[in-house]
Each structure stands twice: as C-alpha cells, then as structure tokens.
C-alpha cells in the first residue's frame, strides 16, 4: 500500500530520512504516527527509526542530544524542530515485566518492528509514502481489530503496561481485542501489579479522556485488570456505575474524569486515594474539589459562597456532571452568580493584614484573622463594598461588636 499523500507532519521531517538515506542508511516514520496517517486521524509525534548506530547519527547531524542513546535514540534539532532518531533494536529478556535486560542494535527493519506490541502498531513508512506491513496490520486495520504482534503472550511477560495501552487504544480507536490478545492482556493481569502505578496512570488517564471510553473501560473490567490497580479491587459493580452516564458522553478534562471514578467509588479519602495513585497534589486538589461540588449540589443550588470558594472552570464541570447523569443543571445561575461577585479571589480586597493592624492597632494572630474572614464574607455576600471607606465603617461596628462580646 502507498499513501497517496504524506501528511504535512511527515513531509516536514522528509529531510531527516533523506539526510540519512544519503549517509548510507535506511531511515522510515514508524509506530502509531503512520497508523494514524493511514485512518486520516491527526498525527502528535513522529517517530523516525533507522538502520543508523547512535553514534552514526551523531554523526549525520550537527546538533543532536543524548536523550536515550543507551537505548538507541538521539535527539536531532533541525530546521527548528526536534526528531527523535532511534536505532533498529532487538531486546534480550525483560526482567521486570517492563524492561529488558539489554538493548541490541541491528541493521534489519523487520527484527525492529517485530518487537512492538499491536500490529496497527508495526507498520513502518518510506518517504515514498509506502507502507510496510510485515503483521498484516493493514487487515487488521480495516476489520478494526487490535491484535498482538507474534505470540501474544510473550508481548505482555515482555512489557505488561502493554496491557493497559491495549485496552487505552480500544477507547481511542474503538477496536475490538482479537480472542487470543485479549485472553493473554487477562491471563498477564496480576502482571499489572509489578509496573510502577505513574506509568499506569497515564494510560488509564488517557483512556478515560478518549471518544470510546466505555469500550476500553470494558475490557478493563472484562478482563480483571482492574483488580490489580491501586485501590480498584473489588470495584467492579462501582466502575459499572460509569456507564450510567449518556451514551455520547466524553470528559472534558482527567479531572473531571477522576472525579466521575471517584464518585461512582464512593470515595471520601480523595486525597489518600491519590497519594497511593502518585499524582500531583495540584491535580488530587482539584478533583478532591470537583468531589465536593458535585455533592454539594446533590443537597442543593449553589450560593454566592460556593461559587467564591471554588474555580469556575470546576463549577461549570461538575454541573457537566451532573448533565451527564440526567440531573437538573444551574449553568445561567453559576455564571450569574459568578459575575456578580464583588472580588473572586480574597487579594483582591484592598486592605490586608498589615494595613489592619497599622491603622486600627489590631495585634497578628487569630483575632486579626477573624476580622479579615467577616470583611471577606461580607464582600462575597453583598453586604459590603470593596472600598476602603466602606471597609473602614464596617469595621468600626464589628470592633465595636468584638469589644462588646469580650
């Protein structure tokens, strides 16, 4: 099979192969940037790979960057862009379910390509546009059906992330796992456990956030993968609770989408959750806090506080949420109520702590907090413009006020 034409990805990088063809090597695009060429979907990264020993790539090039050369791989910078240039490679044993003992470098394309793991995975591209399929890919390809390269077996002892990128291409492409695949990512399952918990956050990250969603969250589910994922034992009745969402419903963002996984798990440890899953606290934050908007709203609408207290872009995807599940949603009256706030963050009131206690004596501690908290709240309920003037009267009161109470 030929492309008829090189997307606009693969013609920028044709004099890199060109570059490498004339020093006396074999170079091609490889991997899932030429399988998305082939199904007209767009292309992210272009992966080039190349009959070159690293060290004959240096030498090609004037600026490269040691990347990954113990692997095979240089960064080239060219024409101000940035191409990763590996070395055909065959692999000795893997000795921890993801990596091999030992990298081999070879000069043969079809020993380089029969290491992948899917044959949509394994087509290699020339820059005449002709597609080498060495697996029957291409078949593969048009019965959409995601299959194992060689004995399926041995691909996911090799590497047993391989088994959820498996089940994260089902959710991208919307493929069906060939029998003999799909019985080996199962019977590799408990494997799951040996690969660091980030690299499986990723994927199952990315699986979440893809247009068939629910077909990889199947066959997660399916195969018992699920059981040997950080805190998701057992939860197989919980995970099925996902699909009560509507039909054609994608996540707008991971956090959205972990909330939705946290939700349907019944989950109030959020934050002790996350720490067994590795993420940022930044990230386990926020969907700690989408957590508590959906719930919020599951007892009532929102208030001017609320909408204070959280980002609007958190707001409005909790609301997404609950639309999802064919609840009532307030979208007008969150973006109302947001409008209408006086300020949106409290460095926004134009006096501080230190203005406080300059011009009225007031001492640093609990005492001065609290009177910043009622000049806040004040100003989030309406009750109180952000004006120093203003500010100044309503704090005569309420040290009167605190005066009296002591």
């Not at 609320?306 to 949420?321: G, T």
């Amino acid at each position: 099979m030929r492309l008829k034409k090189l997307p606009s990805e693969f013609q920028e990088a044709l004099p890199i192969l060109e570059k490498i063809r004339r020093a006396g090597y074999e170079a091609y695009f490889v991997g899932g940037s030429v399988r998305d060429a082939i199904l007209g979907r767009p292309i992210h990264d272009v992966d080039i790979a190349s009959s070159s020993y690293p060290e004959e790539t240096k030498a090609i090039f004037e600026r490269t960057i040691d990347v990954g050369i113990e692997h095979g791989t240089v960064l080239v910078l060219e024409n101000h862009q940035e191409y990763e240039i590996t070395t055909f490679r065959t692999e000795d044993v893997y000795v921890d379910f993801r990596r091999p003992s030992a990298v081999n470098f070879v000069r043969s394309l079809e020993e380089d390509l029969k290491r992948r793991d899917f044959t949509v995975n394994s087509f290699a591209l020339s820059e005449e546009g002709e597609i080498i399929d060495l697996f029957n890919g291409l078949e593969d390809l048009e019965n959409r059906v995601l299959r194992a390269v060689g004995v399926a077996t041995e691909r996911f002892n090799e590497d047993a992330l391989r088994i959820m990128r498996g089940f994260r291409f089902q959710a991208s492409l919307g493929f069906d796992l060939e029998e003999e695949t799909f019985k080996a990512m199962a019977d590799c399952a408990p494997l799951l456990e040996k690969i660091s918990v980030e690299r499986i956050f990723i994927e199952l990250d990315k699986l979440l956030l893809a247009p068939y969603w629910r077909k990889g969250l199947e066959g997660v589910i399916a195969s018992q993968s699920y059981q040997y994922l950080p805190l998701l034992q057992n939860s197989q009745l919980s995970l099925e609770k996902l699909f009560q969402l509507s039909m054609d419903y994608t996540f707008t963002s991971s956090e959205q989408a972990w909330a939705a996984l946290l939700l349907t798990l019944d989950e109030n440890k959020v934050s002790a959750f996350f720490k067994k899953w590795k993420t940022s606290r930044d990230f386990a934050k926020k969907v700690e806090q989408l957590v508590e908007i959906y719930r919020l709203r599951e007892k009532a609408s929102l208030n001017r506080r609320d909408v204070y207290r959280y980002d609007r872009n958190l707001l409005l995807s909790a609301e997404e949420l609950r639309q999802a599940h064919g609840l009532p949603v307030d979208f007008q009256v969150i973006e109302e109520l947001y409008d209408s706030l006086a300020i949106h963050d409290k460095h926004e009131i134009v006096v501080n702590g230190g203005m406080l206690m300059k011009e009225y004596n007031l001492k640093p501690g609990p005492s001065l907090g609290q009177v910043l908290s009622a000049i806040e709240w004040a100003i989030v309920d309406g009750e109180l413009e952000n004006d120093k003037k203003a500010i100044g009267n309503f704090l005569s009161h309420y040290l009167e006020e605190m005066k009296g109470e002591a």
